[in-house]
């Protein structure tokens, strides 16, 4: 949050003012995504653009590798894994429908 207080490019932003429905792979049922942030962005050309952003560990945006071994851990990694791509699939969608994009950010593009 600070670094969109402190981007002069940043016009705007909010924090989970948006829904977006998608359908969970674990149990196929509708839920309701709430992104991190929509982001009004001033691009270099001078033009605006909305942006939706999802923060996320570096860890959870890569797929598990397989384990000899399934732990609950490893389960609960796995699972986290799916719902997350069917979240952003969504997002990614639901953007494209407005003319916006969709971005995840990690740790690396924040520089920790």
Same mark, same amino acid.
């Given at each position: 949050m600070?670094?969109?207080d402190q981007n002069d490019s940043i016009i705007s932003w909010a924090s989970e003012e948006c829904i977006?429905?998608?359908v969970s792979p674990v149990d196929g049922r509708k839920h /309701?995504?709430?992104?991190d942030f929509i982001v009004k962005v001033k691009t270099k050309l001078g033009?605006?653009?909305?942006?939706?952003?999802?923060v996320k560990p570096?860890?959870?945006?890569?797929?598990p590798e397989p384990?000899?071994?399934?732990t609950k851990q490893y389960i609960t990694e796995v699972t986290t894994y799916a719902v997350n791509q069917a979240k952003w699939k969504a997002a990614t969608e639901f953007c494209l429908? /407005?003319?916006w994009e969709f971005k995840l950010v990690t740790e690396d593009h924040l520089g920790l």
């Amino acid at each position: 949050m600070s670094w969109l207080d402190q981007n002069d490019s940043i016009i705007s932003w909010a924090s989970e003012e948006c829904i977006v429905p998608y359908v969970s792979p674990v149990d196929g049922r509708k839920h /309701r995504y709430f992104p991190d942030f929509i982001v009004k962005v001033k691009t270099k050309l001078g033009t605006f653009k909305t942006m939706m952003l999802e923060v996320k560990p570096k860890k959870q945006t890569i797929q598990p590798e397989p384990r000899k071994r399934v732990t609950k851990q490893y389960i609960t990694e796995v699972t986290t894994y799916a719902v997350n791509q069917a979240k952003w699939k969504a997002a990614t969608e639901f953007c494209l429908d /407005r003319g916006w994009e969709f971005k995840l950010v990690t740790e690396d593009h924040l520089g920790l």
